[in-house]
């Protein structure tokens, strides 16, 4: 998506038309970009803070609901979530009308961190259908503790709506996929908002590191593809390895060091 800043009302229409597009691919879970309604570069907390909204009262959050159960479709979408007057940089899930999770971004970046709370509820999995939904958003990626604590949650597919700005995070996915053998959905957007350039190129990663699905550096466009949940649960790598059970956690304790 290429978000206008500031047009709440505008960018929440152009996400539901793209959602109305792909129901003739009949998907069942699609995912928004990060801060997709309000654009990202935020010049104050008070700027931010007229542009959020409350997970429960929200009418953006209204209109995913409205639109989940229209479309019988599960939404992941980024937004400025304020509680208790604290602000978070946050991913609803919505389905079938209803709320089904609500993540809030762990590991801010760069001037993020003069807006918004880090993240307070760790990383969740959530199920859709059946489906196990981990979810992460944009710089979360750069740790790959976020990947694996959502892994090792039996996540099947990681949704991951983004506003990167860097030109890392598309190819690191390839190898974050394969090292945990699940399916990535980063759902970037484009165009530019003062000083930062969106590198756009949306993908869909396979746990075999196949691109499934990848959009241009700077176009606005929905993708569907198929994903063999089947493929992401079978964590054998060969007849004598597992990639869980292989692992050897008494020797990677400096990872929980604070
Ligand atoms: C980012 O986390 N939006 C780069």
């Known amino acids: 998506m290429r978000p206008i800043f500031g047009e709440k009302r505008r960018n929440v229409k152009r996400a539901v038309e793209f959602i109305e597009e792909s129901l ?3 998907p069942n879970v699609l995912v928004l970009p990060e801060l997709f309604n309000t654009g990202y570069a935020f010049s104050s907390r008070e700027e931010a803070y007229r542009l959020s909204e409350s997970l429960e009262n929200g009418e953006t959050i209204e209109a995913l609901r409205r639109t989940s159960e229209d479309t019988d479709i599960c939404i992941v979408a980024g937004y400025c979530e304020m509680d208790e007057n604290r602000l978070y940089n946050s991913a609803v899930v919505v389905e079938n009308g209803r709320i089904i999770g609500n993540y809030r971004k762990i590991h801010l970046f760069y001037r993020e961190k003069l807006v918004f709370t880090p993240g307070d509820r760790g990383f969740e999995v959530f199920d859709v259908k059946g489906v196990k939904i981990g979810v992460m958003i944009c710089f979360d990626w750069r740790f790959p503790e976020s990947v694996r604590t959502l892994s090792l949650m039996r996540a099947d597919v990681i949704c991951h709506p983004t506003n990167l700005v860097h030109p890392y995070c598309q190819t690191a996915m390839l190898g974050s996929a394969v090292q945990n053998n699940v399916y990535i959905v980063t759902a970037n957007r484009v165009g530019r908002e003062r000083e930062f350039i969106f590198t756009g190129r949306s993908q869909i990663v396979s746990p075999k590191m196949e691109i499934l699905a990848t959009s241009p550096p700077d176009v606005e466009e929905v993708k569907v593809i198929e994903a063999d949940l089947e493929t992401a649960r079978d964590k054998r790598v060969t007849a004598y390895n597992h990639l869980f059970e292989d692992r ?10 604070g």
């Open 24 to 26: 003739r691919f009949e």
């Open 248 to 257: 050897r956690p008494e020797f990677y304790k400096i990872l929980c060091e």
